[in-house]
């Protein structure tokens, strides 16, 4: 029987360092980005002008319903032949993040929107402001409040999610550790490892997210 050898992970952790630090780079891009397109997305899936709110369905529904690592596969090799234009991996890696997560927090965003009671609308009108601006002071930040809880979780999904990125060659973490395991055969070891790495930020992550709920006292 072979034992284990966790001593030699440490002659890899540069190498599953330096997977680390795309992988946080691209989720952090990522996410950035993709938070942007759900708050645009989710408010014009509210939206009452048909063709805004038709555009926002036909982009949340189309990519809640096809796999992340579909989208990676077609936003990397074959957006490139439609528009003539080659994109790194690192590029393609962040945008897969981004489109992804969008689809998903337009939704959270949406929800927690339609979840503010319609009188804070109309008090915001009776007070003088129009409906952006009552939108913007009043209606926004109650519902930013009740996101963050889901948005945390959307979070914690789309850092797990850019392991599916290796197959689009991102040297991301999980690409790192694939490519370590394939040339030493230690692969118990160093996917271990990737999954320490990976339970360290998300872990992370979920107690900062704790700290801010309880500072906002969300229940």
């Known amino acids: ?30 996410l950035l980005i993709g938070f942007i397109l759900g708050a645009i997305f989710g408010l014009g899936r509210i939206s009452n002008n048909k063709i805004i709110y038709g555009i926002a369905s036909v982009y949340i529904e ?5 796999p992340v690592l579909v989208q990676a596969i077609w936003i990397f090799f074959a957006l490139p032949l439609i528009t003539q234009y080659n994109m790194d991996s690192i ?3 962040i945008l897969v993040i981004a489109l992804n997560s969008g689809a998903y927090i337009a939704e959270i965003v949406r929800g927690a929107v339609q979840s503010v009671d319609k009188g804070q609308m109309e008090a ?31 979070f914690i999904i789309s850092i797990k999610d850019t392991s599916l990125l290796s197959v689009i060659l991102v040297p991301e973490l999980m ?33 900062v997210l704790r700290v801010i709920e309880r500072r906002l006292d969300i229940q």
């Open 175 to 207: 690409f790192q550790g694939r490519n370590i395991a394939a040339n030493h055969f230690n692969a118990v070891e160093i996917y271990t490892a990737v999954a320490v790495f990976y339970l360290a930020i998300t872990l992370t992550l979920s107690l």
């Open 62 to 66: 189309v990519v809640r319903g096809t």
């Open 91 to 93: 590029t393609a890696g």
């Open 1 to 30: 029987m072979t034992n284990f050898n966790w001593a030699g992970v440490v002659d890899f952790l540069p190498q599953l360092g330096t997977g680390l630090y795309y992988t946080l780079l691209i989720s952090v891009a990522g």
């Open 124 to 154: 915001g009108r009776s007070l003088g402001l129009n409906e952006n601006q009552t939108m913007r002071h009043i209606v926004w930040p109650q519902a930013f409040k009740r996101m963050i809880p889901p948005l945390g979780n959307q």
